[in-house]
C-alpha cells in the first residue's frame, strides 16, 4: 500500500499535528472513546508507554488544539477538537487508520522531519564571506 491511498487531508494533517505513532495512537484512543476523560495513569495503562510519555503525549495533543484539558484534582484530557476541520480531519484519519493501517503509518514515518531538519541546520558549520 502506497501514500496515494491516503487522502489528502490525512496526509495534511498528519504533517501538521503529528509527530509520532505514539501521538497517533493516543489521539485515536481519546477520538474512540470521545467522551471519557482519560487521566495519564488511565492512557499509561490503556496503551503502555510509561506514564512520562502518555504526559507528553496528551500535552501535546491538547497544545495543538486536539484535546480538552480540566484539572480535578489531577489533570483530565478529553477528546475536543478546537474547530469543526479539526474534527472532521480526525474522522478522516481514523477511517484511514481502520483501513489502510500500514499506509498510515508508512507515510508516518516517511515524511521529512522539518523540526530535525532545522535542529540538524543549526550544527552546521558555515564559512563566515
Given at each position: ?90 474522522s478522516a484519519l ?36
Amino acid at each position: 500500500m502506497a501514500s496515494e491511498d491516503i487522502p489528502e487531508e490525512v496526509k495534511r494533517f498528519m504533517t501538521e499535528y503529528l509527530d509520532s505513532l505514539f501521538q497517533l495512537e493516543t489521539l485515536l484512543l481519546l477520538y474512540r472513546r470521545r467522551e471519557t476523560e482519560w487521566s495519564i495513569e488511565d492512557t499509561d495503562r490503556e496503551l503502555q508507554i510509561g506514564p512520562q510519555l502518555a504526559a507528553t503525549l496528551l500535552s501535546a495533543l491538547h497544545a495543538r488544539g486536539l484535546l480538552s484539558l480540566r484539572e480535578s484534582p489531577g489533570l483530565l484530557y478529553r477528546y475536543s477538537p478546537s474547530s469543526v476541520e479539526l474534527d472532521n480531519a480526525v474522522s478522516a484519519l481514523a477511517t484511514a487508520y481502520k483501513e489502510r493501517r500500514v499506509s498510515v503509518i508508512s507515510f508516518l514515518f516517511s515524511r521529512p522531519f522539518e523540526k530535525v531538519r532545522i535542529f540538524a541546520d543549526a550544527f552546521r558549520f558555515r564559512r563566515d564571506k
